[in-house]
């Protein structure tokens, strides 16, 4: 991949939706929050609940139920990938069917945007660190730090919920393409001892930006207002340039400690084809190499006119699939 990808034009593009998403007012953008930090904590807090236990940040309505999750945005590329769908069932026990997920790993290439949205992330895990019981908050895994060009954000969402956990939560069913065969839904009751639902804090959506959009409406609106459209999960590759959806979740784990999750909600596709052109990959100061040659025997010398002939008709009967 490195040979053939234009990680300077990604880079360029990464940098550039990342300066254009701080007009967008409807989602917080992890790379702009420390400019606002004052502001967004005096409209949002650390809420705790106990149906699943977890805390939460939220901002608060006109009530004290009516109360909206913090959904943050991050945009980068895709360097690693669990997306759906299963293709077969997993060869693990029940109980373990918490642990299946769908997620990717984003890079920022190196760009300060996607160093600041870093930079968040460890702000957002203080505040949770401060406002539970001191030393119960385990440090955060999500961000790998390296040389810049190498730092890494993880985001990952469960397929699925214990249905312990879940008590009183309505289960709904699959996006389509997330379980189009049916795997999950058939794990989610195959054990009564065991049993799981899918809810809407499992769900993932998956979209792709119409980046012409404002041509479209032919009005004046700022350029990173983007019209998007749904995806199927299966669409996505490595090398992506995309804008996640995540929201930062703290759970129990065992002895007492605390652990904050970064929880996809959902991925859309910004930019997909960075692929060197051959004069980027081959200059024309240096020498392209010579394609290889080579002759291929294909089928039997000993098959028979007959055979060759109904082997003829059977091809002549196919349809072909021009997709």
């Not at 420390?34 to 949002?44: A, P, Q, S, V, Y």
């Not at 910004?270 to 394609?291: D, H, L, R, V, W």
Request: hydrophobic residues 35%; charged residues 25%.
């Amino acid at each position: 991949m490195e040979k053939l990808y234009n990680f300077e034009q990604a880079r360029n593009e990464i940098e550039q939706i990342s300066i254009e998403s701080k007009y967008d007012e409807e989602h917080i953008s992890l790379a702009h929050i420390g400019t606002i930090e004052t502001f967004f904590w005096e409209r949002n807090k650390i809420q705790q609940f106990t149906n699943p236990a977890s805390w939460r940040i939220v901002t608060q309505g006109e009530t004290d139920e009516d109360l909206e999750e913090a959904v943050f945005t991050i945009r980068g590329m895709i360097h690693a990938k669990e997306l759906p769908p299963l293709k077969t069932k997993p060869r693990i026990s029940a109980h373990k069917y918490k642990f299946l997920r769908q997620g990717i790993t984003l890079v920022g290439l190196g760009t300060p945007t996607f160093t600041k949205a870093l930079e968040a992330i460890d702000h957002i895990h203080s505040q949770f660190d401060r406002h539970l019981q001191e030393g119960t908050l385990e440090t955060q895994t999500a961000t790998i730090r390296g040389d810049g060009v190498s730092d890494e954000f993880s985001i990952w969402n469960r397929y699925l919920t214990p249905s312990r956990e879940a008590k009183g939560t309505q289960a709904i069913p699959f996006l389509p393409g997330v379980d189009p065969t049916g795997i999950l839904r058939d794990m989610a009751q195959e054990n009564c001892n065991y049993t799981y639902v899918h809810t809407e804090d499992n769900q993932v959506h998956y979209f792709a930006a119409l980046r012409d959009a404002q041509a479209i409406l032919s009005i004046n609106i700022p350029q990173c207002l983007h019209m998007y459209e749904r995806r199927e999960p299966h669409t996505f590759r490595i090398g992506d340039i995309v804008e996640a959806q995540v929201s930062f979740v703290v759970i129990p784990v065992k002895g007492g400690r605390r652990k904050m999750l970064s929880v996809l909600r959902s991925l859309a596709l910004i930019k997909g084809n960075f692929k060197k052109t051959e004069k980027e990959i081959y200059p024309s100061e240096a020498p392209m190499p010579k394609a290889t040659s080579i002759k291929r025997r294909s089928g039997y010398t000993n098959e028979t006119s007959k055979h060759a002939e109904q082997k003829k008709r059977r091809t002549e009967d196919m349809c072909i699939d021009s997709k």
